[in-house]
């Protein structure tokens, strides 16, 4: 089982970027896909979540109407379009896969919003 993360980089403050997560050995279309976030020396932290076939999709309150989750289960991966940036936004981006006990993560890719 593998997620990795791409798409990751410093950008100025409400600059965009986009992160990708591929995924492999696992049936990808049927799991539950999210992003989290940590800051340093902070928790980490819920950003979106997608259902397995793309129809749902929730953010967190801090996030809401800046990113979007998307997915493409022909690709295996699911991607954060994340707009108008700001230097709160600053942590390690993680996805994650989630089916009923199978739970798993990616190493993450670093977003560090500066000037």
């Known amino acids: 089982v593998q997620l990795v993360e791409s798409g990751g980089g410093l950008v100025q403050p409400g600059g965009s970027l986009r992160l990708s997560c591929a995924a492999s050995?696992?049936?990808?279309?049927?799991?539950?896909m999210r992003w989290y976030r940590q800051a340093p020396g902070k928790e980490r932290e819920f950003v979106a979540i997608?259902?397995?076939?793309?129809?749902?999709?929730n953010y967190a309150n801090s996030v809401k109407g800046r990113f979007t989750i998307s997915r493409d289960n022909a690709k295996n991966t699911v991607s954060l379009q994340m707009n108008s940036l700001k230097p709160e936004d600053t942590a390690v981006y993680l996805c994650?896969?989630?089916?009923?006990?199978?739970?798993?993560w990616g190493q993450g890719t670093q977003v560090t919003v500066s000037s």
């Open positions: 050995g696992f049936p990808f279309s049927t799991y539950v």
């Open positions: 994650n896969a989630e089916r009923g006990i199978s739970d798993y």
């Open positions: 997608i259902n397995s076939v793309g129809a749902f999709t």
